[in-house]
């Protein structure tokens, strides 16, 4: 059974700063890897989407990279804001396309 | 992307009755999924609605407890049935984009508390 860690669970950090968030996955069979982003009381915004395939994905200030063989995934946030707080998910897909989420990384950039 | 809305947006109910949550898609797709998030957890995901056919569920969840409809490609409907406490989750439906990178879309949630 696919099983996804995230760590770290919460991190605060001042704005501007540079941050990397670490995702796990025990079962490098996925179809593709998605990484969103959920405010609170919200429900979930997809962020990036890396495809089994590829090595690494961008959009904007954002970069998320993908090693399969290792079963770990990265996203790279730079230049943090504070409307950058919120929690990020990382997700895994089966063949069936059935997400397995990972327990999120909750941010705080502070002003 | 899709564009995704579900009804209602919360809810608060008694134990023992019931609760059904809709979800509309503004384009037709194949897939679509039914996820929980329990308070302060992640999520889980619930099954898979299948059209025109019964729907595939996860293990610990079965279709007496959340039966689920799916009459077109537009549509689907989760039902919570008799609730308890335990029930308080967010309930959250997903597509699976037309795009052809298999990138899926999650609806604004249905907020459910329990009494």
């Known amino acids: 059974k696919q099983e996804v860690t995230q760590i770290p669970a919460a991190l605060s950090v001042p704005e501007g700063e540079n941050l990397v968030l670490n995702c796990s996955f025990t079962?490098?069979?996925?179809?593709?890897l998605q990484w969103f982003r959920q405010d609170p009381g919200k429900g979930l915004t997809s962020l990036l989407l890396?495809?089994?395939?590829?090595r690494e994905q961008t959009s904007g200030r954002l970069n998320a990279s993908l090693d399969k063989s290792s079963g770990r995934s990265t996203l790279y946030i730079a230049a943090s804001q504070p409307g950058d707080s919120a929690t990020y998910l990382c997700?895994?897909?089966?063949?069936?396309?059935?997400?397995?989420f990972g327990s999120g990384t909750q941010l705080t950039v502070l002003p | 992307s899709a564009v995704i809305s579900q009804k209602p947006s919360r809810d608060i109910c008694q134990r023992g009755t019931s609760l059904t949550i809709q979800c509309q898609v503004d384009?037709?797709?194949?897939?679509m999924f039914w996820y929980r998030q329990q308070p302060g957890q992640s999520l889980t995901l619930i099954a898979t609605?299948?059209?025109?056919?019964?729907?595939?569920?996860e293990s610990g969840f079965v279709i007496d407890k959340f039966p689920i409809s799916r009459p077109n490609l537009t549509f689907s409907t989760l039902t919570v049935s008799n609730m308890s406490p335990e029930d308080s989750s967010i309930y959250l439906c997903?597509?699976?984009?037309?795009?052809?990178?298999?990138?899926?879309?999650f609806g604004p949630g249905t907020r459910l508390t329990v009494l």
């Open positions: 997903s597509v699976v984009g037309t795009s052809g990178v298999n990138e899926q879309f």
């Open positions: 079962d490098s069979a996925i179809y593709n």
């Open positions: 890396i495809q089994s395939s590829q």
């Open positions: 997700a895994v897909s089966g063949s069936a396309r059935q997400l397995t």
């Open positions: 384009s037709q797709v194949t897939m």
């Open positions: 609605a299948n059209q025109g056919s019964e729907a595939t569920y």
